[in-house]
């Protein structure tokens, strides 16, 4: 019983939300939409094969109860209703169908020719007394349409230039952002010391390593050969008893100091030369698109001596006074001084 009973209240939850669903007014307006288009089908279906009084009936009941997917379509209605009933001789019912037909589109027509002349004739005699109340209908509707062609045209402006913007930013992610050049190198380079050979085949670190260990090798053996020369006698040529402990230890670090220079100086230019490569490219950046090429200083303003008046006349315009003119040369009031005798010139 308790399941037949669950059965049922799933059945009746399921048929409310159902009917809930039709009767929503979304449900219906959709529903309608439909009913006017198959309705429209219908009518039109009748009027072509000549079936006006059921024309003019379904038109009627479609205008009545239904909504409509747009104004065009209720036009339409309305202009088959005119006819419909134009061809029934119903002129005053023919007159207010093509009257609503107006209203909705002020400046329809009847095309001549699948409309008898008779029908077009009445047609245009009730566009011309409606005329006062059809002209600002008219101009609303040409400004509304003048302002979605705005809109239309400001849209495609702006999806064109996000097209632009698209595809500017591909070719910037897809150009190249450094230019590379190929460089020829020497293999003697390879055979210096101070790691020459390493920088030369692009490995900056190991070759200011060399560089920097090799200078502090070479310098430690030769101050300490200086060292060494200095605290010998110059008369006999030998240290004094005092100074040759300190001589003994500053030979060895000469040689200590000669031996790293020398092994570090061969073991560079084996790795220089086993890396050697008699070309290598050399990458170097480039200005990207939409980048600032680098400031320069401002040139400075021309300035005018002064006394010079460009907005005089060339004839009347007085030059400036020279420096050597406007200062007196100083007068000698003393007799300019004499080498003291006995003093040589060198």
Request: charged share 20%; net charge neutral; hydrophobic share 40%.
């Amino acid at each position: 019983m308790n399941r037949i009973a669950a059965r049922i209240a799933k059945g009746l939850l399921a048929a409310l939300l159902l009917a809930l669903t039709a009767f929503s007014p979304r449900a219906q307006a959709q529903t309608a939409a439909e009913t006017s288009v198959e309705g429209m089908r219908k009518a039109r279906s009748f009027f072509e094969y000549g079936d006006y009084p059921s024309a003019s009936k379904l038109l009627n009941h479609l205008i009545d109860a239904t909504v409509f997917e747009s104004g065009e379509l209720r036009a339409e209605a309305y202009r088959l209703l005119g006819l419909a009933d134009f061809y029934q001789g119903k002129k005053g019912e023919a007159y207010r169908a093509f009257l609503e037909m107006l209203f909705l589109n002020p400046d329809g027509e009847l095309d001549p020719f699948y409309v008898p002349p008779a029908a077009v004739g009445f047609f245009e005699q009730v566009k011309k007394e409606a005329e006062p109340r059809l002209l600002p209908l008219r101009e609303l509707r040409r400004a509304e349409e003048q302002e979605r062609l705005k809109q239309s045209i400001e849209e495609a402006r702006a999806r064109q230039q996000h097209q632009i913007e698209d595809e500017q930013r591909k070719l910037m992610a897809s150009a190249p952002t450094v230019e590379r050049r190929v460089v020829q190198r020497e293999f003697w380079v390879s055979l210096l010391p101070f790691g020459i050979g390493q920088l030369q085949n692009g490995d900056r670190a190991l070759g200011i390593s060399l560089a920097t260990t090799e200078v502090i090798a070479g310098a430690t053996s030769v101050g300490s050969a200086l060292l060494i020369e200095s605290l010998r006698d110059s008369a006999t040529g030998r240290f004094s008893s005092s100074d040759y402990p300190l001589a003994q230890r500053l030979n060895v670090a000469k040689w200590i100091g000669a031996g790293i220079f020398y092994a570090l100086w061969l073991g560079g230019a084996v790795h220089a030369a086993v890396r050697f490569q008699p070309e290598g490219p050399v990458d170097r950046p480039l200005l990207q698109p939409g980048m600032a090429p680098p400031a320069q200083a401002p040139l400075p303003a021309p300035t005018m001596p002064a006394g010079i008046d460009l907005t005089q006349p060339s004839a009347t315009r007085k030059a400036a006074p020279s420096a050597v003119e406007s200062v007196p040369a100083p007068a000698s009031t003393s007799p300019a001084p004499s080498a003291p005798s006995g003093a040589t010139s060198h």
